[in-house]
């Protein structure tokens, strides 16, 4: 029997390209949007209601079927028709390093913010997004990108889809994870301000699963004139928060 010398020559080492490497590029995407839809993320998140808060006050949402039917509603005639399709054309805009679309964008969102809550809301949001990039060395258009630079002031959507681009996450995959974080942050919400139990909002979770995944599909394929989001309702129950008596949340 012969003897198998084995040296350093003859261990494997792991490749530098091909598909092991494309697998650790989409992993570590994955996790870099994990990483930006997390409740742990410091920017604040948790302290707006988006409205939700006033719903319950004015007895409009008071239970776990009112609820799904506000975050039904909200999701079709809101982030269907706004957020989402926004941010796909922010994504496609941070990837042609398109200055002139991203500011463009920033601003018709800013112009959809039908109150002063919802609009400082989003501002706040982006600036905090804004100062936790900063610390990471992460903030486009310095010197480790070529990327165009921010907006001034802009939006937490437009910061959104610089992170996710930046990250390496697919535009399909950054409206999921935006629309999965909005309705965590929903259901984190009616758990503080409702009598409703972390059962009952993991059973709304799994009624909205499909609907998450339906409204990207419709986003992504809505032209510009189609957009505009068609909720007076929640507009209302916003402008009635500014003057709530009491309340637990800043808007």
């Not at 937490?156 to 990250?167: G, K, L, P, Q, S």
Request: hydrophobic share 50%; with cysteine; aromatic share 6%.
């Amino acid at each position: 029997m012969g003897i198998i010398l084995i040296t350093t020559a003859t261990i494997m080492t792991m490749p530098t390209e091909g598909p092991a490497m494309v697998a650790q590029d989409d992993d570590l995407a994955l996790l870099g949007l994990l990483q930006l839809v997390s409740p742990a993320l410091p920017i604040g998140a948790f302290a707006f209601s988006q409205g939700l808060e006033s719903a319950f006050e004015l007895g409009w949402v008071s239970d776990e079927a009112s609820l799904g039917a506000w975050l039904e509603g909200v999701l079709e005639d809101g982030l269907t028709r706004c957020e989402l399709p926004a941010l796909a054309r922010l994504g496609r805009a941070w990837q042609e390093a398109d200055g002139e679309a991203i500011a463009e964008w920033d601003a018709w969102l800013a112009a959809n913010r039908e109150t002063a809550e919802l609009a400082a809301e989003d501002r706040r949001l982006g600036a905090a997004l804004v100062r936790l990039l900063g610390s990471l060395a992460l903030l486009p258009g310095g010197p480790a990108n070529e990327s165009p630079a921010l907006p001034s002031e802009p939006g937490y959507v437009t910061v959104f889809a610089w992170t996710a681009h930046v990250r390496g996450v697919p535009v399909r995959q950054a409206l999921l994870g935006f629309a999965w974080a909005w309705l965590e942050n929903q259901l984190a919400v009616a758990c503080k301000a409702l009598p409703l139990g972390h059962t009952a909002a993991q059973r709304l979770i799994e009624r909205l699963r499909p609907a998450l995944v339906v409204a990207v599909d419709a986003a992504l394929a809505l032209e510009d004139d189609a957009l505009g989001p068609a909720l007076p309702g929640l507009a209302l129950a916003s402008a009635l928060h500014e003057t709530q008596y009491s309340r637990l949340f800043r808007s």
